[in-house]
């Protein structure tokens, strides 16, 4: 599976929109990409997944480049529980039982 | 919805004994399981993968007689870690999966004094 590169950390300001890069610059055509996110000393908890197209959720949107080498997640209106390790990964196909490796992922504070 | 659980919570227990960690899913079937470990500040590591029935696919550098994985039911696995040592301190979650579901486990705490 491809890799990805996320920025180490960020911050964001409560209310704000979170807006989380990745880059994936050796995605193949049948690689989607999934967001992940992790509060402390939880378990990973599923975002949003998708593979060439916009899409969104209750909890998100992701926006994926044309040429889909990289990947936004959008946090639209910030609160302090969206404070965790953010993770993209891409897997092969869009099935749910394929082997979801993790990376460094992002470090997402959101302050008062 | 469907959830999976793990057993213990967290675990204390002394150097040289044997823990075993139970992962269940709840209102789905699972027919694969994976197993991750996570030290402190790092990311998520996959241990194992384990299909319903069969015997688990162990991760390059993970030793299956010390990690013992059991994934005899569509509904619960289960990860022994043998003659455990301090260096297997650590976090340890399950993801439970079916054809259409994915679930992550809230983790089990180990810590071996």
């Known amino acids: 599976d491809a890799k990805t590169t996320q920025p180490t950390s960020m911050d964001c300001a409560e209310g704000r929109a979170a807006n989380l890069p990745c880059n994936h610059s050796?995605?193949?055509?049948?690689?989607?990409v999934y967001w992940y996110r992790q509060i402390h000393s939880q378990g990973p908890q599923y975002i949003i997944h998708g593979l060439k197209n916009n899409e969104t959720n209750e909890m998100a949107s992701l926006i994926i480049t044309e040429d889909r080498k990289s990947s936004t997640l959008i946090l639209p209106h910030a609160t302090l529980r969206d404070t965790a390790v953010y993770y993209c990964i891409v897997m092969t196909g869009g099935t749910s039982y394929g082997k979801l490796t993790f990376g460094q992922g992002t470090i997402l504070t959101v302050h008062p | 919805g469907a959830v999976v659980s793990q057993h213990p919570s967290w675990v204390i227990c002394k150097s040289g004994t044997s823990v075993k960690i139970e992962c269940r899913s709840l209102?789905?079937?699972?027919?694969?399981m994976f197993w991750y470990r996570q030290f402190p500040k790092q990311s998520l590591m996959l241990m194992a993968t384990s299909n319903e029935g069969s015997k688990a696919t162990y991760e390059q550098g993970v030793e299956k007689d010390k990690f013992l994985i059991n994934h005899a039911s569509l509904t619960l696995s289960t990860l022994t870690v043998t003659s455990a040592h301090p260096e297997d301190s650590s976090f340890y979650i399950c993801?439970?999966?079916?054809?259409?579901?994915?679930?992550f486990g809230p983790g089990t705490r180990l810590t071996v004094t």
């Open positions: 209102d789905f079937q699972a027919t694969t």
């Open positions: 050796t995605i193949s055509g049948n690689e989607y």
């Open positions: 993801r439970g999966t079916s054809l259409h579901e994915q679930y």
